[in-house]
């Protein structure tokens, strides 16, 4: 069992976003089973964790994987084939089938480098969805990295001192500096196992020409992502380096039978160095695939990979100059479930850094792109209140989405950074390529489109913005939560903050919800704020089915 919480945590500033009306999970103390699977370039893994809120921290109980390939995609058009899609469906059933035997409340599945890149990426997500009623989302490198971050954190003790974690997939390399606070820096890199293998490796064994090249591409494809991690070390500074997943455990795995002639149970802590490394490389570059399998520790699937999965090892580990790695066996599977407990409140004040990244990348990017944070917040708190007030009577949406609500009001006028004119156009593109982390692909694309709609025309499926959101449940959030933040929007037309407050009432009979402003001053009609309302208040009355209208509610004035 491993103790998430790491004492003499530094103290940050608490998030700036509202808290949630209501956090059923906050209080909780009876242990939860969660299930969390990656969805990746070689291999469909699941964990099945239980979860001890009260200390916090987790074991896992259950562990499946399939070997599925999906990085073998179409060389004409770069799609998933339909082999491997095939295969994936199948994984997915089983491991859907095993979480539920071993009752798990919630499956949280990501997908990494090959579905990001696939041109059917999306179409398989929707296939996934359809037949096995598992809704994967789709990360991006960075937010793989900084789960990957989260997970290795949760088994390993920093000490305070910067260590370097290399995580390599089947299509991506993720690198991360960390020292158990803030990561220093995430960087995600198109070379792993897989795609060089498919791409650059067409001899059996490998011939000296193609060794040398697979070395220097790789080389080249590390460079900038080192450089940009060297430039946030001291001078000075001392760092360890952590390796992660399938090829580095399967290469730890071969030195421990050769050196030991055991293989360590767990592998977790497990060393080897440089020069191993490439002793081990020069050995299996000689044999051919069936000759690699046959290699005590080694599986048949890894044998074909092997190879160009080594080859990054010892390049990251000569370019860094760092001659020893430690094996973690925990990565993205274990971030996802810190993420998850992050998430739902389970894990207290000393890691609150990790908690707030959402709410702390938001306010990244509205400083980055000039947001009037002033007026933005108060948009944020008119939307999160309405949000909250129609609430079971309107909507039925919870904490997740009211989190998406309120980073697309902070960011809804980020598009003025390009243009006055079509900003809210402006503001779905930066926001949908603007790196934000902690969410998910289908959750940038959702707060990308909210703020997008924040003004102007109502959601169209002739959109090309709306069309790429790939959930039917985030397109319906979409269209029931942008003319809240129309409303909100309205509320502080002037930007002024002449609205104090709004109090909603709802009235089923007349089918009729009325919204009672109170003025910030007694002497203020509001009256643009009002005709703003008026003018906005059709998309709401469209959506719900309802009518809306607006008063200002006149303040009691005190006798002297």
Same mark, same amino acid.
């Given at each position: 069992?491993?103790?998430?919480?790491?004492?003499?945590?530094?103290?940050?500033?608490?998030?700036?976003?509202?808290a949630p009306r209501q956090n059923l999970f906050l209080d909780s103390s009876a242990d939860r089973t969660l299930a969390a699977i990656d969805v990746g370039t070689n291999s469909i893994?699941?964990?099945?964790?239980?979860?001890q809120p009260s200390l916090p921290a987790f074991t896992i109980v259950a562990r499946e994987k399939s070997t599925v390939r999906l990085g073998d995609r179409d060389k004409a058009t770069?799609?998933?084939?339909?082999?491997?899609?095939?295969?994936?469906?199948?994984?997915?059933?089983?491991?859907?089938?095993?979480?539920?035997?071993?009752?798990?409340?919630?499956?949280?599945?990501?997908?990494?480098?090959?579905?990001?890149?696939? &041109?059917?990426?999306?179409?398989?997500?929707?296939?996934?969805?359809?037949?096995?009623?598992?809704?994967?989302?789709?990360?991006?490198?960075?937010?793989?990295?900084?789960?990957? %971050?989260?997970?290795?954190?949760?088994?390993?003790?920093?000490?305070?001192? &910067?260590?370097?974690?290399?995580?390599?997939?089947?299509?991506?390399?993720?690198?991360?500096?960390?020292?158990?606070?803030? &990561?220093?820096?995430?960087?995600?890199?198109?070379?792993?196992?897989?795609?060089?293998?498919?791409?650059?490796?067409?001899?059996?064994?490998?011939?000296?020409?193609?060794?040398? %090249?697979?070395?220097?591409?790789?080389?080249?494809?590390?460079?900038?992502?080192?450089?940009?991690?060297?430039?946030?070390?001291? &001078?000075?500074?001392?760092?360890?380096?952590?390796?992660?997943?399938?090829?580095?455990?399967?290469?730890?795995?071969?030195?421990?039978?050769?050196?030991?002639?055991?293989?360590?149970?767990?592998?977790?802590? %497990?060393?080897?160095?440089?020069?191993?490394?490439?002793?081990?490389?020069?050995?299996?570059?000689?044999?051919?695939?069936?000759?690699?399998?046959?290699?005590?520790?080694?599986?048949?699937?890894?044998?074909?990979?092997?190879?160009?999965?080594?080859?990054?090892?010892?390049?990251?580990?000569?370019?860094?100059?760092? $001659?020893?790695?430690?094996?973690? $066996?925990?990565?993205?599977?274990?971030?996802?479930?810190?993420?998850?407990?992050?998430?739902?409140?389970?894990?207290?004040?000393?890691?609150?850094?990790?908690?707030?990244?959402?709410?702390?990348?938001?306010?990244?990017?509205?400083?980055?792109?000039?947001?009037?944070?002033?007026?933005?917040?108060?948009?944020?708190?008119?939307?999160?209140?309405?949000?909250?007030?129609?609430?079971?009577?309107?909507?039925?949406?919870?904490?997740?989405?009211?989190?998406?609500?309120?980073?697309?009001?902070?960011?809804?006028?980020?598009?003025?950074?390009?243009?006055?004119?079509?900003?809210?156009?402006?503001?779905?593109?930066?926001?949908?390529?603007?790196?934000?982390?902690?969410?998910?692909?289908?959750?940038?694309?959702?707060?990308?489109?909210?703020?997008?709609?924040?003004?102007?025309?109502?959601?169209?499926?002739?959109?090309?913005?709306?069309?790429?959101?790939?959930?039917?449940?985030?397109?319906?959030?979409?269209?029931?939560?942008?003319?809240?933040?129309?409303?909100?929007?309205?509320?502080?037309?002037?930007?002024?903050?002449?609205?104090?407050?709004?109090?909603?009432? %709802?009235?089923? =009979?007349?089918?009729?919800?009325?919204?009672?402003?109170?003025?910030?001053?007694? =002497?203020?009609?509001?009256?643009?704020?009002?005709?703003?309302? $008026?003018?906005?208040?059709?998309?709401?009355?469209?959506?719900?089915?309802?009518?809306?209208?607006?008063?200002?509610?006149?303040?009691?004035?005190?006798?002297?």
């Open positions: 069992m491993i103790e998430l919480i790491h004492e003499n945590q530094e103290p940050l500033l608490a998030p700036v976003m509202p893994h699941m964990a099945v964790a239980r979860i770069g799609c998933l084939t339909r082999a491997a899609i095939d295969r994936a469906i199948a994984a997915l059933k089983r491991c859907k089938e095993i979480a539920k035997s071993l009752k798990a409340e919630e499956i949280v599945a990501v997908a990494t480098s090959a579905v990001r890149e696939a &041109p059917n990426g999306k179409d398989f997500l929707q296939e996934v969805e359809q037949e096995t009623g598992l809704i994967i989302d789709l990360i991006s490198g960075q937010e793989e990295a900084r789960r990957i %971050y989260l997970g290795v954190l949760s088994g390993v003790e920093f000490s305070h001192q &910067p260590h370097v974690i290399i995580d390599i997939g089947g299509g991506s390399t993720e690198l991360v500096l960390g020292d158990g606070h803030e &990561p220093r820096t995430l960087s995600s890199t198109k070379i792993g196992a897989v795609r060089l293998t498919s791409e650059m490796v067409n001899t059996d064994p490998i011939s000296n020409s193609e060794f040398n %090249y697979l070395q220097a591409y790789v080389r080249g494809m590390l460079e900038r992502s080192v450089e940009e991690l060297q430039a946030q070390l001291q &001078p000075g500074e001392e760092i360890g380096m952590i390796g992660t997943s399938g090829t580095i455990e399967t290469l730890a795995t071969i030195h421990a039978r050769e050196k030991l002639g055991i293989v360590p149970t767990p592998l977790n802590g %497990y060393q080897f160095s440089l020069r191993d490394l490439r002793e081990i490389v020069n050995r299996l570059r000689k044999l051919n695939n069936a000759e690699r399998a046959e290699v005590p520790g080694m599986s048949d699937r890894r044998s074909e990979i092997i190879i160009a999965g080594a080859m990054i090892l010892q390049e990251a580990m000569a370019l860094l100059g760092l $001659e020893n790695i430690t094996i973690c $066996e925990r990565a993205l599977r274990e971030g996802v479930v810190v993420d998850w407990m992050l998430t739902h409140g389970l894990i207290e004040d000393r890691l609150r850094f990790q908690g707030s990244v959402r709410q702390r990348s938001v306010i990244k990017i509205a400083h980055k792109y000039n947001v009037d944070l002033v007026h933005s917040e108060r948009v944020a708190n008119f939307a999160l209140s309405l949000f909250d007030q129609t609430s079971g009577s309107l909507h039925q949406w919870g904490a997740a989405e009211r989190e998406l609500l309120w980073a697309a009001a902070i960011l809804h006028n980020c598009g003025h950074f390009i243009s006055h004119s079509a900003h809210h156009k402006h503001s779905y593109y930066l926001i949908r390529y603007g790196d934000l982390l902690g969410y998910t692909e289908v959750e940038i694309e959702t707060i990308a489109n909210l703020a997008r709609y924040h003004r102007k025309s109502s959601p169209k499926k002739k959109h090309d913005s709306y069309r790429s959101i790939s959930s039917k449940k985030h397109r319906r959030l979409v269209d029931q939560l942008n003319p809240l933040l129309r409303l909100a929007v309205a509320l502080d037309r002037r930007q002024i903050g002449a609205v104090q407050q709004v109090h909603c009432t %709802y009235d089923q =009979d007349s089918q009729l919800l009325q919204l009672h402003l109170q003025a910030a001053r007694s =002497d203020d009609d509001c009256a643009l704020e009002l005709w703003s309302l $008026e003018l906005k208040k059709l998309a709401f009355e469209t959506q719900f089915g309802i009518k809306l209208s607006s008063t200002l509610d006149v303040p009691m004035i005190a006798n002297s």
